[in-house]
């Protein structure tokens, strides 16, 4: 399950790639819980993969939405946790679950 897949990454510092809305996505998460509408989701760090928007080089925050969501597996990329990660500022998830400590 893709969930348990998260969790995982998440107490292990590890790297996953899923594929979102089609896209495939290389990404470390950081926080799994639930946006302001109840809607379970993942707040990511997006290093490599696909977009429908644009990647900077340094890779970039997203919010995932589980049900959008699907193949995912654990890779071998090296943890990336840029300085700039907050769980106090993300905007991505009200009630967090599971979280990556500061």
């Not at 799994?32 to 644009?54: H, K, L, M, N, R």
């Not at 193949?71 to 679950?97: G, M, V």
């Amino acid at each position: 399950m893709i969930l348990d897949i998260f969790e995982k990454a998440i107490r292990e510092t590890r790297c996953v790639t899923v594929v979102h809305r089609g896209i495939p996505r290389r990404v470390a998460p950081h926080a799994i819980g639930f946006t302001a509408d109840g809607v379970p989701a993942a707040f990511v760090f997006q290093y490599g993969g696909g977009t429908t928007s644009t990647l900077p080089f340094v890779g970039e925050w997203r919010c995932l939405h589980f049900a959008d969501l699907s193949h995912a597996s654990e890779n071998t990329d090296r943890w990336r946790s840029p300085s700039n990660y907050s769980l106090p500022r993300q905007t991505c998830l009200k009630q967090i679950a599971l979280a990556v400590p500061e």
